[in-house]
């Protein structure tokens, strides 16, 4: 069976990554709105008898998610056997619970409206919590692929005398994980969460520090506010500005800019969100684990 790849706007170049690794052909497809805001697209690649893989990661969700509806539809009513979704961020994933008096568990909902278009899923690190797999929400096959390796191979080729910090028991798997691969410390804080917008990090020992770079490790920065207040209390305790290093850059509001502010040396992240400051390419990750 012939393979179609298609990108959703925003992935172009881990798409064009992803096809000079697969050599699968990347089809061409419009995305657009008509005057009133509702959307329109035209998929001028083909894709009858083949299996459609689509580039399009989730992060800010809600404005791709009927196009992304569309575009499976679409490609169906053409004559498409299979359409795979790649999505290198996965949404809602740390909505896994209620937690105020009538919410819903927004993991569960996405992941049910995602299992009704596409045959499969492929995604980077999701965030696991409460849900620990993607088989507990997802009623398709899923893969979900590490970046460990990629983030230990960073970290080992290009800092000096690193010591990993994680801000808070969330990131200890991230942190553990990618310490043990490339053979150096670790460390993890305590967060005290006092809403949406404020938390507290506990002060790190300095011994940890002494003579090494910190290395900040998380899965996501979204507000940036917990690696803020970890780079405040690393800086009073650290001569060596940090570097942080995450696997999603979602950048809500002003955080990268705030990050820098803050006294970070550098902020690092995965292209599973394209933003300048990718630095780690997971387009060999996917491109080995298709379906």
Not at 100 to 107: D, K, L, Q, Y
Not at 117 to 136: F, N
Not at 162 to 167: A, E, M
């Amino acid at each position: 069976m012939s393979r179609l790849l298609f990108s959703f706007p925003g992935n172009e170049v881990l798409t064009r990554l992803v096809a000079s690794r697969s050599k699968i052909p990347v089809g061409k497809v419009q995305f657009g709105n008509f005057p009133d805001g509702e959307t329109k697209l035209r998929i001028d690649s083909d894709p009858s008898g083949s299996e459609v893989y689509l580039i399009c990661s989730l992060d800010r969700p809600d404005p791709k998610l009927i196009p992304l509806i569309f575009f499976c539809q679409t490609a169906r009513s053409m004559g498409a056997k299979k359409i795979h979704l790649i999505a290198p961020y996965l949404c809602y994933m740390r909505q896994d619970k209620v937690f105020h008096p009538g919410e819903g568990i927004s993991a569960r909902h996405s992941a049910s409206l995602i299992s009704r278009y596409v045959d499969s899923l492929i995604t980077v690190d999701p965030h696991l919590h409460r849900i620990e797999d993607l088989s507990e929400i997802f009623e398709i096959p899923s893969k979900t692929l590490h970046s460990a390796p990629l983030l230990a191979d960073y970290v080992r080729e290009r800092i000096d005398s690193p010591v990993l910090v994680g801000p808070d028991g969330e990131s200890s798997q991230w942190v553990a994980e990618v310490a043990r691969l490339c053979g150096c410390p670790y460390t993890v804080l305590e967060k005290n969460r006092k809403g949406d917008r404020e938390v507290e990090i506990s002060a790190p020992t300095l011994q940890a520090l002494v003579g090494r770079t910190p290395v900040l490790i998380d899965d996501i920065v979204s507000t940036g506010r917990t690696l803020i207040e970890t780079v405040n209390r690393l800086r009073q305790t650290a001569a060596t500005p940090p570097i942080c290093l995450c696997v999603h850059g979602i950048f809500a509001e002003d955080s990268y800019g705030n990050l820098l502010k803050a006294g970070v040396n550098s902020v690092v992240t995965s292209n599973t969100i394209e933003h300048y400051s990718n630095g780690i390419d997971v387009s060999r990750l996917i491109a080995e684990n298709l379906f």
